[in-house]
């Protein structure tokens, strides 16, 4: 068992680096920076960064991309479902904010071995900060046997000051596509 | 009377809307937890005095749903004035305990103070709030309060909420396989669909690369004329692709969401599917294609689209909407010049702001938070997710004050016999 848990091994923060890489890419297209990578195998896999900008649906996070490369990559070679839920089980993600409620549950319903994030996502967090979906459900079979909630091993605070730096960045610089009263831009600011 | 009037008829009696709160409501027969005060009838002259005292000594800092001052009616018309002096021991009776600066105001004007007990929490629902006034009067303010229809839709607005329902039941059934969920995207200032899309989790269209071009633009819309039915939709599940892979799912995904691999496919072909494609993503996904669509150079540099469309806030009423036209009427007429053929860059709204989405299943944790992210002004489902869902049932995203957008959430009770084929 690798020793993500403890301190962060030598992969550990290569891989999220390559997350943060992923986020910086989002800045310079002037989308909320975050970023991650999949790992399978020691192997980066599929990689993705926030496009909710761009696409005008708020839904495109970073993990939502990388999970799509996946899903059509693994179906172009012909995996079944069942083999596509075997190959999820044994992912890693490597992304640079806490997985946001709806991500954290779309990582549960795919069957994700474990997740490292770096700063925690106090407003929309998944993992910890509002709801706990990576715990899975208290009650893992229900009468009629129907599995509930998986759950996935989760680890934060992996290069957390990176990760909010760049937030911290984006954000003072304004960020133009936030509804009007929240922030101003920095040319207006009176800060 | 023709057929469609006797269905309306027979939907008024058995259709309903119920708001579903931001906590759990307490019911009905269940007491609501109560606090102990101090309360004392009062000369009416001496209100205003006496209330600005106790404010000052008496502060009721975690009671603040409560009324300080209730006007009770007596027999023959006759009423009475009491006023809260001051929180009280839980435990014993006495009058005693009561602090004492409290005490001295009680004294100098001759007051008898007696304990009463009030809610110790604000009500979550205008039910619990009829509730709590029957032991002292409290005040009701649910967070989404702007949001129309909380405190009740009139009977037009009734019907409306029940058309765009019935759309999405018929779309939830309009598969060749198992009933799937549907998602039906609303515009309500002009009643007007924007999107709509069923589960698609075992087969969709793969989208083209140029996502304009396998874009179709819904122009559903409802009529309240003197047509028989209130609905009219020209582009109910008209996928040939969709109809010709043959929907095979074991019912609505947010039901199952884990379930995905365990569905067995029987199409060799069929190469497509895709765990998290629920209904409201993919009608999510639909409207982020037709605002593209209609509105195709806007939105990559923050120019000045998002500072027009950004005036209309979340409750923006379509008369509200006309008004910021006009005071921008320079502004708005520049920025048509600029998008030639596109409809007017001030409708424009932000994601999913001011609009409804009629869904037959409660939400999965993830379509819910999915519609938290998009600014859905309010969620309409007709059957409660007992597995997964997120509105109430496993979960209550509404009610999670850390989230920077909060929807109304309203289940809309009809009869089960709709989910079989024949509507």
Redesign the interface.
């Known amino acids: 068992m690798a020793s993500h848990e403890e301190d962060c091994s030598p992969d550990t923060l290569a891989f999220m680096e390559l997350a943060i890489q992923q986020a910086k890419l989002a800045m310079d297209s002037?989308e909320v920076p975050v970023g991650c990578v999949i790992v399978e195998d020691g192997k980066v896999i599929a990689s993705g960064r926030n496009r909710?900008?761009?696409?005008?649906?708020?839904?495109r996070h970073a993990e939502?991309e990388a999970?799509?490369i996946l899903?059509e990559h693994w179906?172009?070679n012909?995996l079944s479902?069942?083999e596509?839920?075997e190959k999820f089980s044994n992912c890693y993600l490597y992304v640079t904010c806490e997985p946001?409620?709806?991500c954290a549950?779309?990582l549960?319903?795919?069957?994700i071995k474990e997740v490292c994030y770096g700063c925690a996502n106090?407003?929309?967090g998944?993992c910890g900060?509002?709801?706990s979906?990576h715990l899975g459900s208290s009650e893992p079979l229900?009468s009629h046997g129907?599995?509930?909630?998986?759950g996935f091993k989760c680890t934060g605070g992996i290069m957390a000051s990176e990760a909010v730096s760049l937030l911290r960045t984006f954000y003072e610089q304004g960020n133009?596509?936030a509804?009007?009263?929240h922030r101003p831009?920095a040319p207006q600011a009176t800060r | 009377m023709n057929k469609n009037d006797t269905d309306r008829d027979r939907d008024r009696d058995r259709w309903q809307i119920l708001y579903i709160p931001d906590k759990p409501p307490i019911p009905p027969n269940q007491q609501q937890p109560t606090v102990n005060v101090f309360a004392s009838i009062i000369d009416p002259k001496l209100a205003n005095t006496l209330i600005r005292r106790l404010n000052q000594i008496a502060p009721l800092e975690n009671l603040r749903h409560v009324k300080r001052i209730r006007k009770k009616q007596l027999e023959g018309g006759k009423t009475e004035l009491l006023v809260i002096l001051c929180l009280a021991s839980e435990n014993d009776n006495h009058l005693d305990t009561m602090q004492h600066d409290v005490r001295e105001l009680v004294n100098s004007y001759q007051l008898s103070a007696f304990i009463t007990k009030v809610c110790k929490f604000p009500a979550s629902s205008k039910e619990e709030w009829e509730e709590q006034c029957k032991l002292w009067p409290t005040s009701y303010h649910p967070p989404t309060y702007n949001i129309d229809g909380i405190t009740g839709f009139n009977e037009e607005y009734s019907q409306s909420v029940f058309s765009f329902m019935r759309f999405a039941v018929e779309l939830a059934k309009s598969g060749d396989g198992l009933v799937t969920n549907a998602a039906v995207i609303v515009d309500p200032s002009v009643k007007k669909v924007i999107a709509s899309a069923r589960d698609e989790i075992c087969s969709w269209n793969i989208p083209t690369n140029n996502q304009t071009n396998s874009f179709k633009e819904p122009d559903t819309c409802i009529s309240h004329s003197n047509s028989n039915r209130i609905i009219t939709h020209d582009t109910l599940p008209s996928n040939g692709s969709t109809s010709e892979l043959k929907q095979l799912c074991t019912g609505a995904s947010c039901l199952?969401?884990?379930?995905?691999?365990?569905?067995e496919?029987y199409m060799p072909n069929s190469?497509?599917?895709?765990?998290?494609r629920h209904a409201a993503?993919v009608a999510?996904?639909c409207s982020?294609a037709r605002?593209?669509q209609l509105f195709p150079d806007l939105?990559?540099?923050?120019d000045k689209s998002?500072?027009l469309d950004?005036?209309h806030s979340s409750t923006s009423s379509p008369a509200k909407r006309q008004k910021v036209n006009l005071e921008n009427v320079e502004d708005t007429e520049k920025l048509d010049t600029l998008t030639e053929g596109c409809h007017s860059v001030a409708a424009r709204p932000?994601?999913c702001?001011g609009y409804d989405i009629y869904l037959v299943w409660e939400p999965?944790?993830?379509c819910a938070?999915?519609l938290?992210?998009?600014?859905i002004r309010r969620i309409f489902y007709a059957f409660p997710n007992p597995?997964?869902g997120a509105l109430g049932s496993v979960?209550r995203?509404q009610g999670?004050k850390?989230?920077?957008h909060h929807y109304a959430v309203f289940r809309v009770l009809l009869p089960e016999e709709v989910l079989s084929v024949e509507l």
């Open positions: 002037l909710t900008t761009e696409t005008r649906n708020a839904t939502m999970i799509d899903l179906q172009k012909g479902k069942l596509v839920a946001c409620i709806m549950a779309a549960s319903i795919l069957g106090d407003k929309f998944g900060s509002i709801l979906l229900k129907v599995p509930q909630g998986k133009p596509n509804p009007k009263p831009l | 199952y969401p884990w379930q995905w691999s365990e569905q496919l190469s497509c599917w895709h765990p998290l993503i999510i996904e982020a605002d593209r939105g990559d540099n923050g998002f500072e950004q005036m932000y994601l702001t999965c944790t993830m938070m999915a938290v992210h998009q600014r597995n997964a979960h995203l999670e850390s989230l920077n």
